[in-house]
């Protein structure tokens, strides 16, 4: 969700979890349906070689300061639901 009052401030973004592809896709999708900016970080080079396990697959995912605990508690409410 791109919110330029939001983007344009000098806030911190925080990493709140770091996942494998393609679950950071669903992961970002669910943050912003309740509103909250998120961006999601990879080393270039493993986007580049389509690595998806290990460090250079990893993603990271982050939002702002003032988001990170409402979306920490989403996201471990959805792995609480998808838990086996």
Wanted: aromatic content about 8%.
């Amino acid at each position: 969700m791109n919110n330029p009052d939001i983007e344009n401030r000098k806030s911190a973004w925080t990493v709140i979890a770091t996942v494998a592809p393609p679950e950071d896709m669903v992961l970002e999708s669910l943050i912003q349906s309740f509103g909250i900016p998120v961006r999601l970080f990879q080393e270039a080079i493993g986007s580049v070689f389509g690595l998806s396990v290990g460090p250079l697959g990893q993603v990271k995912i982050a939002v702002p300061e003032e988001y990170a605990q409402e979306a920490t508690q989403l996201l471990h409410a959805e792995l609480e639901k998808t838990d086996y």
